[in-house]
């Protein structure tokens, strides 16, 4: 039986969690995410990976009159979830995907509409059908829930064009209470999903993002076979079972290949490989039939094995986000992990080649923008990518570069008509090439983000944590920096808070992230991450504080 909503003393919140569904005890963040819900807030909750973020739906679910509909971007996690709901005996659970049969949706539909249903699972790229939203409408959904919430960023690490439409998807449902969750989201990142998903009366939980059982450290080299030599030797003497990632397909095969010529038990995992093949190599992996899986950062969304006792980076990453999400897989039971960094400074290039590839010429900008302005009726990608000379994949970023200009509208089904400000279509390829261009600079600070994590002489959980918006006192004592005792001399001269706002000439509005000594790391809107002198800046009048 549901409960009403309303106000839930926080004694009753736990000996429902308790009672129902067999939690020892709600964290902090969840309770508090849980109680905004009901209290009417749409919620924002980023909490790492392993901490319990699909209670906090679940619990709402149960105590909100109404069904709940589940946008996930992963169709296996999409099952394990249903699954776990089964198990739980806290409502009916159906999934809506593209493995699913017609039949099967068809009475996951009529259950829905019929209130037999409470969790809906569904890809956001299934409101590709009108059928779907036109069903979903009528059931009138209390609980919009948005997982992996980071992918409808194009500031996050992880930017899918299909969560672009859940803002208007949710404002076609008659906007029910939303829920969005991630375990990874940076300030900036955190404030365009809050934005894009017209989250109303909006609160953010930050939560639990220090992971005290996680050791944290970097191995640097000069030489790329000094480099390997030290991670497999590593590995071999490491507890097990572990991941490595690396940047490529080809050092995945290669690393678990000499992986394996030392006795170890190891595989390769990358998007490149059948997807059959993929699928069995994860259920090995968390079946604990394989002592090492060597990845691309197309494995682990989603994932949720327990005892993973190290993740080694055979590469630097792309983003602090990205490293942390990762690293967040090691030590989900709370044992002792280990994540380290195998770092070669040059590796960076990879990446910077990576943040500079993939943008669409400004040309072929102006030509979707004329193209869509021609449609006499809104139009979908498909029927678009018929009259304009471009892959899929290049029309989905000119499509969200013209949307971000506000060129072009998209409606819940996905389908886009040009904007009423769309009046000349070489105007808005120009602000579009534009937009572009901020964002790979915005790549290329993360990236220089991450080459400090790599770089830092001081504690490195706080430089984590700062990145995340959180304040933390070092030492934390375990990290390799730390243990070593090696530290840099805090300046006196910290002129501006850590958080607070500030404005730079040229650069324009900022937040302050953390200090280094006598050098202040701000995150820029406009230009992403930069770090000024401090005496500099202030003598200069670089910086400025805003009210």
């Not at 989250?199 to 000094?226: H, T």
């Not at 009423?420 to 534009?434: G, I, R, S």
């Amino acid at each position: 039986m549901k409960k009403k909503p309303g106000k839930t003393s926080r004694k009753a919140l736990q000996q429902i969690a308790q009672e129902r569904f067999g939690y020892e005890h709600l964290h902090p963040g969840q309770e508090t995410a849980i109680q905004a819900i009901l209290d009417g807030h749409d919620t924002l909750a980023v909490m790492p990976t392993g901490s319990g973020k699909s209670a906090i739906y679940q619990m709402a679910a149960f105590l909100l009159p109404g069904s709940t509909v589940v946008i996930s971007p992963l169709l296996a996690l999409q099952r394990d979830q249903a699954q776990s709901i089964a198990g739980q005996e806290i409502g009916e659970a159906a999934i809506v995907n593209s493995q699913v049969q017609k039949s099967d949706r068809e009475e996951a539909f009529e259950d829905l509409e019929e209130g037999q249903l409470e969790f809906l699972f569904l890809a956001p790229e299934q409101f590709n059908h009108p059928e779907t939203l036109e069903r979903i409408q009528a059931a009138k959904p209390s609980l919009f829930v948005v997982d992996e919430a980071h992918c409808i960023s194009s500031w996050g690490h992880d930017f899918r064009p299909d969560y672009m439409r859940l803002g208007s998807v949710i404002e076609a449902l008659g906007h029910p209470r939303v829920l969005a969750l991630t375990a990874t989201a940076a300030p900036p990142v955190r404030e365009e999903i809050v934005e894009r998903l017209v989250m109303q009366n909006a609160k953010v939980v930050v939560s639990g993002f220090d992971r005290p059982n996680i050791w944290l450290a970097v191995k640097r080299f000069e030489e790329e076979s000094e480099k390997q030599k030290a991670l497999i030797d590593r590995v071999v003497r490491a507890k097990k079972p572990g991941l490595i990632y690396a940047a490529t397909r080809k050092r995945t095969e290669e690393i678990a290949q000499a992986l394996e010529e030392q006795g170890i038990k190891a595989k390769f995992y990358h998007a490149g490989m059948k997807k059959t093949d993929r699928e069995a190599i994860e259920t090995a992996f968390l079946e604990d039939e394989i002592a090492v899986l060597v990845a691309t950062t197309a494995f682990g969304m989603g994932m949720d094995k327990p005892n993973v006792r190290f993740v080694f980076h055979a590469d630097i990453s792309d983003s602090v986000d990205a490293y942390y999400q990762e690293i967040g897989r090691a030590g989900r039971d709370g044992e002792p992990t280990q994540a380290i960094l195998f770092y070669i400074p040059k590796d960076l290039n990879l990446r910077r080649f990576f943040a500079n590839r993939g943008g669409v010429e400004n040309e072929k900008l102006e030509e979707v923008a004329e193209t869509l302005q021609d449609q006499t009726e809104p139009v979908s990608t498909e029927v678009l990518q018929e009259q304009v000379n471009l892959s899929k994949s290049k029309l989905k970023t000119a499509l969200h570069l013209l949307s971000e200009v506000a060129a072009i509208d998209t409606e819940a089904t996905g389908e886009m008509t040009a904007s009423d400000t769309l009046e000349n279509p070489e105007d808005a390829a120009t602000a579009a090439a534009e937009s572009q261009e901020r964002w790979r600079q915005f790549e290329r600070s993360r990236i220089e983000m991450m080459r400090g994590y790599a770089e830092v002489r001081d504690c490195r959980r706080e430089y984590l944590l700062n990145y995340f918006g959180e304040q933390f006192d070092a030492p934390c004592n375990h990290c390799d920096n730390c243990k070593a005792g090696v530290t840099v001399e805090d300046s006196d001269r910290q002129p501006f808070p850590l958080n607070s706002q500030v404005v730079h000439p040229s650069w324009g509005k900022g937040t302050v992230m953390r200090y280094e000594g006598d050098k202040v790391v701000v995150l820029f809107d406009k230009v992403g991450y930069k770090t000024l002198g401090v005496e500099i800046a202030v003598f200069r009048r670089l910086l400025a504080q805003l009210p």
